[in-house]
T-cell receptor, first 117, second 115 residues
Framework: AQTVTQSQPEMSVQEAETVTLSCTYD???????LFWYKQPPSRQMILVIR??????QNATENRFSVNFQKAAKSFSLKISDSQLGDAAMYFC??????????????FGQGTRLTINP | GAGVSQSPSNKVTEKGKDVELRCDPI?????LYWYRQRLGQGLEFLIY????????KSGLPSDRFSAERTGESVSTLTIQRTQQEDSAVYLC?????????????FGSGTRLTVV
């Protein structure tokens, strides 16, 4: 079974600085997708960024980028120029890319990110 | 609708009562997922629907939990004889394409408290 591990329960960063959130995963599959989701106090999960395992290039979305190390099964999220609105729980998630049917997401335990003004 | 809608937003129930949680996905989204999030924890998969069928129910924790989907739209998660360990936020998500590889759209969840 696939597992996702986030080893940092809490992180904090000064506004405008850069922070990196860690994620490792375990799978025997070769084709899969990885995601970072943000969960603000409103509880709604918001997709931040995704990475396709067969792509070597790291995904980037504005101030958010990932460092995907397939051999090491590592998928970290870097947030540049941190803003107060980035404060939230961040979840790393994995899904297989297999077959035609729906695939469930497997989530890590989350990292609570605090932005200090 | 514009997003995934869940009702009620909050539910307090007495131990032993049955509860029904409702999810209205985005119109046209074929896949629908239920997750449970205990306090301070990540999301646990419960069940997903492809259309009105549930190919994977492996996450349902016991036979007290059941779910259905009708009209390839609304889904209801039912918990019978609720226990205190059922207290959690129940999140629903939907996706346009079956594999959800572009990410799901989540609702804001139902916070269930069993007293």
């Amino acid at each position: 079974a696939q597992t996702v591990t986030q080893s940092q329960p809490e992180m904090s960063v000064q506004e405008a600085e850069t922070v990196t959130l860690s994620c490792t995963y375990d799978t025997s599959e070769s084709d899969y997708y990885l995601f970072w989701y943000k969960q603000p106090p409103s509880r709604q999960m918001i997709l931040v960024i995704r990475q396709e395992a067969y792509k070597q290039q790291n995904a980037t979305e504005n101030r958010f980028s990932v460092n995907f190390q397939k051999a090491a099964k590592s998928f970290s999220l870097k947030i540049s120029d941190s803003q107060l609105g980035d404060a939230a729980m961040y979840f790393c998630a994995y899904t297989n890319r297999r077959g035609q049917g729906a695939q469930k997401l497997v989530f890590g335990q989350g990292t609570r990110l605090t932005i200090n003004p | 609708g514009a997003g995934v809608s869940q009702s009620p937003s909050n539910k307090v129930t007495e131990k032993g009562k049955d509860v029904e949680l409702r999810c209205d996905p985005i119109s046209g989204h074929t896949a629908l997922y239920w997750y449970r999030q205990r306090l301070g924890q990540g999301l646990e998969f419960l069940i997903y629907f492809q259309g009105n069928s549930a190919p994977d129910k492996s996450g349902l924790p016991s036979d007290r939990f059941s779910a259905e989907r009708t009209g390839e739209s609304v889904s209801t998660l039912t918990i019978q004889r609720t226990q205190q360990e059922d207290s959690a936020v129940y999140l629903c998500a939907s996706s346009l394409e079956p594999q959800g590889l572009r990410g799901y759209t989540f609702g804001s969840g139902t916070r269930l408290t069993v007293v």
